[in-house]
């Protein structure tokens, strides 16, 4: 049985906030921000990130710790590089954009299917971490993780998984432990558990693997049977669902998620940030949404943030060259 402690818990990735027209380096906290500040998603609407950050936004406001207006808007891509890459190359300096990312950002990079990571962009704060889920439709004949497995070991062109890009590494470590050909799984890229939801109920795909809250609704209306949480303990929010550990598979990866901004995000803005972020966590409108979606809060920034990214990413490469999913 593979070995993997893979633990990634969700990051979020820095709230750069720095706007192209009052990008001044002689701002402060003070009078910022002046104006609206763009609260971008790399990928479609009922994804995780977005659910992420229309969550945030509404803490934020409901808490009335930004007063600013704070419009969302859904930049859907090659799992957030599109919008990554306009970010970084269009957007530098600017004090007025705020995005979401996660363990993908990484992953994009290790599969070379994006040019830059965390370290091109101006990290912020890690958020919170979510688990993963396997997840198949309510009538499927997949009862439990092992027939799931046992089938993609046996002929993985028969069992199409459904999986965003950071999805996909999660998987191929269950079938690596289950004695499988990680490289060879037939993975049907989406960018959001709305997708692959839907794919699932059509019979599109046969499994999917998410952040829970993505298919938690349809989880507990019935619609969807979720099969394992990838880690070790289970979840207060589905108590019935066993672990990867449980079941023999000794994989915990988990996915870390936040918030990032442009390179170049003046430390005005980065200041403001840091503390408006703090001040919405540690809210009871936020503990309510992290409870509700099965986040936990693993709120982080500075240095002990960016050792955790550095830590990170090289789990991730290492687990990519192993598992021969890149």
């Known amino acids: 049985m593979l070995k993997t402690r893979f633990l990634a818990a969700a990051v979020v990735s820095g709230l750069a906030l720095s706007g192209c027209s009052s990008s001044s380096a002689e701002g402060s906290t003070d009078d910022y921000p002046k104006g609206p500040v763009q609260m971008s998603v790399g990928a479609d609407p009922g994804s995780g990130f977005d659910l992420t950050m229309r969550t945030l936004v509404d803490v934020l406001q409901k808490e009335k710790i930004v007063d600013a207006p704070m419009p969302i808007e859904n930049h859907p891509g090659a799992a957030s590089a599109v919008w990554l890459a306009q970010m970084v190359e269009r957007k530098k300096e600017a004090d007025d954009q705020v995005s979401v990312t996660s363990l993908v950002m990484m992953t994009n990079k290790a599969r070379a299917q994006s040019k830059y990571n965390y370290d091109d962009v101006t990290m912020i704060c890690r958020l919170l971490s979510e688990y993963f889920v396997v997840v198949t439709s309510a009538d499927s004949k997949y009862k439990d993780l092992k027939s799931v497995l046992d089938a993609v070991v046996k002929d993985p062109k ?6 965003a890009s950071d999805d996909q590494l999660p998987f191929a470590l269950l079938v690596d432990a289950a004695g499988g050909e990680a490289s060879k ?13 839907a794919a699932l109920l059509s019979g599109d795909i046969k499994v999917a ?9 349809l989880i507990e209306s019935g619609k969807l049977r979720a099969l394992t949480v990838v880690g070790e303990k289970r979840l207060k929010g589905l108590p019935d669902v066993p672990t990867s550990v449980e079941q023999g598979y000794d994989v915990t990866l988990s996915n870390w ?5 442009p390179p170049g995000m003046p430390d005005y803005a980065v200041t403001y940030w840091k503390k408006a972020l703090k001040k919405a966590v540690n809210s009871d409108s936020w503990k309510k949404a992290a409870k509700k979606n099965q986040w936990e809060t693993t709120f982080m920034t500075g240095d002990e943030m960016n050792t955790y990214l550095k ?14 999913n890149s």
């Open 185 to 197: 799984i037939n993975f049907v890229a989406y960018d959001g558990g709305g997708e692959q939801s």
């Open 311 to 324: 830590s990170t990413n090289q789990q991730v490469e290492d687990a990519m060259a192993k598992t021969g």
């Open 158 to 163: 028969s069992v199409p998984v459904g999986a």
């Open 209 to 217: 693997i998410a952040g829970t809250s993505e298919f938690l609704p």
């Open 257 to 261: 998620r936040g918030i990032y901004g």
